[in-house]
């Protein structure tokens, strides 16, 4: 079924010339090898797969259709719409007399959270720790190597649990938590940061804001034109920021109460304001970001050695600094290469928050087990979840696709 | 930071005689204490400084956890459960199937790697490592295992590595062959000695035993069902095409633990009424369809890999296709995915701790139960020690790994 | 910027702008130098050639500290080449270096792999350097490539733009290793052309290359290795007909 007709040509060729000297047609040769024939094979053969694959699903189908009648339930999908009853400790609006299609969704919306939150985190730390793994400094690079080799090496779900149960657990309640200077607070029950609260003038500075980045635009645009003209280094950040940060403090006093600080404090044996964080959620965060981050650390590392020696030796020889050789010639070079191993681990780090149902936290995979137990339709709800998370595996590795598209523009000439 | 020499110079160098590489001069004098630490954590201003604050926090966390290993933690409940945490609920009095499973895995090990090594290439810093590796490896033993029975059990297992590295080194080149037999003859051979003869059934089966075994079972069977898939993926045939690339991407698609779900709740639905699959059954079919879809992948890359050139030439000397595919393709193919096969394998090793979460007493499970009574409140204990049991695992082979991609040199990223 | 002229020579009036005295290098255990001594002087070029392994290729790379020597002592252009880095940088400043393997940036056409240095290191206003950066590409022939990539040139040019490359840092010194190595036939000539112009105008160059004809064109002297050590320099009549080394015999005659 390759393609090829392999050893079918010369005993083909060979009925060619046979016929041709008994005087025959050369449509007569076609006909009579129709069933040795590639496209008839072809075809013949499709057709025959695709019987078996639909009398195969049927048969499953069947099955499950007898199974599912057996036990009391259905097929259908009408259930979604019932009261849930599922307790959700946290995430978006809801409550248990919602359906349970309210529910899935808020189950979703928490792993979006999760894993959004966590890519960002896994990257920087992974950028940091990868880095580090090149320093010339031995005990950055040593203690980056230990890291990285312990954290791949481990499941990450026993990473998870011990995180949570074993770290969290291990501090104190909320009213003999830990804080940071004041401002930010650890506890068992989970974590409190400062939050920018969104007060009245917050449209208008808006605009404020906006003027200031349109500002400090064209002050890059005017340090990167007389860097053309005279040759003498830009310092565009050095210029543009200072102006951003100007204008926006000048817009801040006039406005008034546009963006406040929420800085938590401690209320009893409760958080009050800020940013918080439940328990559950800090620890499969804090226990994915870790796992994450040391393969992304590995992979930063090795796009980094992956580009060509002599790329950099080139550099080294037209007289470029360390610092100028990576940011012109390897960094853009290794950027690229790293691209879709990064997307796999941002795939992983997806996926890999259905771990959550081991510490509580109310994403998809743990809702949609409680919601299997108590709806019992476990084939309605394990097909949505997988098309929950395919959808969101789809999701990203199109917007890495388009990442890797306008990289790999520059300098494909094939 | 040109001062460290890339190992494919060396072997370059090395290429370039025939012979082994012989001390010619002495190296360069090997720079003093001060100058080393000098150049190494002091080079410049911000590398001291760095140096300063890793250092201050490294050595506070490194020494809190010391003090915590040593004088806080209870590591009597790792003793206490040791069987547990090994085999689970296996009948004690069948324990010698296990034995005999680890001494053939242990005897196959010792042997590959007397087979592959070349030289031994021990430098002092090395040794010195490995030493107190050693030490320290006795010492916990020493600290776990009480009563001479069981130390003659482990001491055989060294002694079984021993002797099979030195046959190996001895047999070399001729024993490539019965070796990479005896690894495919091993994985029935274990089911055999496992569950034959009046053995014991799978669902008894627990503890690490059980996450190796499921690791095994799954990584094997999936190969032969991932390679007819990235066949299928490569197909001209578009409706074979289109079925595998949907194959693949749906079980890729989810997580482990869905498809896990999966097996338990769905699975017994799908199959026809009056036929009962163990859990543990369908956790393996699970898994070894989860691990198929990424060994595709990884042959699909193994098959991009081989040149076009090598098709053509196939087709020219008048191979068929499936000889063509079976003996020129294939080969070069699998031998250029080995790297990425051992890192899915380890992956898919330290994934079957996801059992534990439904319900199987595999190593991560005893972990969690293990704290009650007079050892609660030792989680952390025990999660190290499971954590540990998956690490040396995880990492011998990962080094394995290494080793064989500079020996194969498979360079391919 | 800290130099340390030569001794014995007044600085300034200094005619040797490559000085090699007693160089060594290790890889590991394996021996790649075993003391090469040898000058070049201003305006010379020289030839290295030898068979393969045999040092040529380290030699020339210690000289702009892509390699570090591990005893002896580098001169160029009267600064001592030691572990200090205004040193260093000041002798990579002097010269230039053309790869085997091009080496051109993928990710930048042709004018900005020309510009990067003059603008990054050096300085030099966009508009002048792009201005410098297209004279040099009319001297190496290919003025209409520059604002392509170098994926969609030819070996050859590739190669030519990698010697403007280098001459854009104005240096006093060119190193060649194996220029011509990696090149399909026909485009040898082309890339040995814009060699062979620059020796004439008068560059102080260290050129390894199996070039026969172009060493005994272009070339002063012929310095010919084996094995970690400088076998022997000669002019190149004396060397192609009359090798004094038996070793130098053998390689010719395996080339010729």
Redesign the interface.
Known sequence: ????P??LGPRLAHGLRFTEMAGSSVAEVQRAAIWRNVRFL?VV??LV??VV?VWAFRE?YL??E???R?VGTDLSFDFLQTRSGIPIKEGIAYDPNQSYLRAYVVAVANTVRVAGIGVVLAMLLGLVIGVARL??????RK?AQVYV??I????????I??WY??ILF?LPLIEGGLSLGGVAFLSQRGAAIPWPHIGEGAGAWGLWLLGGLVLAGAVWWWRTKV???????HHRVLWSLPVLVAVAAVGYAIVGDAVRLDVPEVAGRLYRGGFQLSGEFTGILVGLVIYTAAFIAEIVR?SIL?V????K??????????A?QLR??VL??AF??AVPPLNSQFLNLT??S??A??VAYPEL?SV??TM?NQAGR??QI?ML??AT??TM??TISFVMNVVNRVVTR????? | ?MDRV?TELERVAAMLKEEPVVEFAPRREPVAPSGWIRQ??F?GWF?GI??IL??AV?GYLGFGLLKWAFLTADWTVIKANLRLYMVGRFPPDELWRVWACVYLVTALAGLSWGVTRKRLAWTVRKAATRGALAVLALASLAYLLDGVRIWVLVGAVVVIYAAAVMAGRLGARRLHIPVIVGWVLAFPLIILLLRGFGGVPPERWGGFLLNVVVAVVGIVLSFPIGIVLALGRR??????RV?CIGII??V???????WL??GL??L??????GVVLPNIVRAMIVVTVFSSAYVAEIVRGGLQGVHLGQYEAA?AI????TKM?AFIVLPQALRSTIPAMISHF?SLF??T??L??IGFIEA?RI??IAPQGQFSGD??ET??F??LL??MV??AM?RWSQRLERRLGVGE? | MATQPVAGLASGANDAMIVAEGVEKWFGRFQALKGVTTTVRRGEVVVVVGPSGSGKSTFIRTI???ERHDAGRIVVDGIELTDDLRNI?AI??E???V?Q?F??????TVIQNIT??P???????????EEKAMQLLERVGIPEQAH??????SGGQQQRV?IA??LA?EPRIMLFDEPTSALDPEMIKEVLDVMKELAGSGMTMVVITHEIGFAKEAADRILFFDDGLLLEEATPDRFFTEPQHDRAKLFLSQIL
């Open positions: 079924m390759w393609t090829g392999g050893s072809r053969g499709q797969f695709a694959v499953l099955n499950l007898y199974g599912v057996r320093s010339p400094n031995w005990l950055v203690i080799e312990v791949r090496n481990t499941p990450v779900l026993i990473q649990i011990f149960f074993g291990a860097n053309e003209r005279t040759g003498r280094p090795g992956a060509d020696r002599g790329q030796e080139a550099a080294q020889a037209l007289g470029l600094s360390p100028q012109f010639v853009p070079q690229r290469i996926k890999n259905s771990l149902v081991a995979s949609s087990s299997i476990p084939f394990t979840v997988m998370y395919l595996s789809l520059k300098g494909e000439g094939r | 930071m890339p190494n954590l080079s590398s760095l140096t890793v250092g490294v197909s001209s045939l578009p409706v074979i079925s991407e749906f890729r698609g989810a997580p482990l633990y869905t779900l999966f709740f769905v017994p639905f799908l199959l026809p009424a087709r008048g191979l068929s296709t595919m380890i330290k994934d701790s996801l534990a979460v991560l972990a969690r989680l952390r999660l190290i499971a954590g998956f690490w995880a990492f990962s990223r | 702009n500290r892509l940088e990579r400043s010269i230039g270096m790869f393997s080496n051109l940036f993928p990710h930048l990067l240095a603008r990054m290191v050096r300085g030099r206003p966009k508009a002048d350097a392509k990539y170098p994926a969609q040139l990698a490359r280098a840092m």
